[in-house]
């Protein structure tokens, strides 16, 4: 697909870093596998890997840790 972001480049299957901050917590997911721009590098991930990793935070919120570092399994 044509990159919604730079418009210049095509995405090609990857992974990326996602991220996430709510309230006190921080929550980092490893190797989430997406699309991701050839030209500036843009992720979109797709979703039902988005429901899955906001599913996991939600859970990960409720507990007393600050950071939170995660490896996406599929």
Known sequence: MKCVLCRNGETQNGETLFTISR???A???KNVPAQV???CGE???DDVTASRIFNQAEELVK???E??????AA
């Open 43 to 45: 992720a979109y991930v």
């Open 23 to 25: 309230d006190r917590v």
């Open 67 to 72: 950071v939170e570092i995660l490896h996406f």
């Open 27 to 29: 929550v980092v997911v």
């Open 63 to 65: 507990s007393d840790n």
């Open 37 to 39: 721009c050839q030209n």
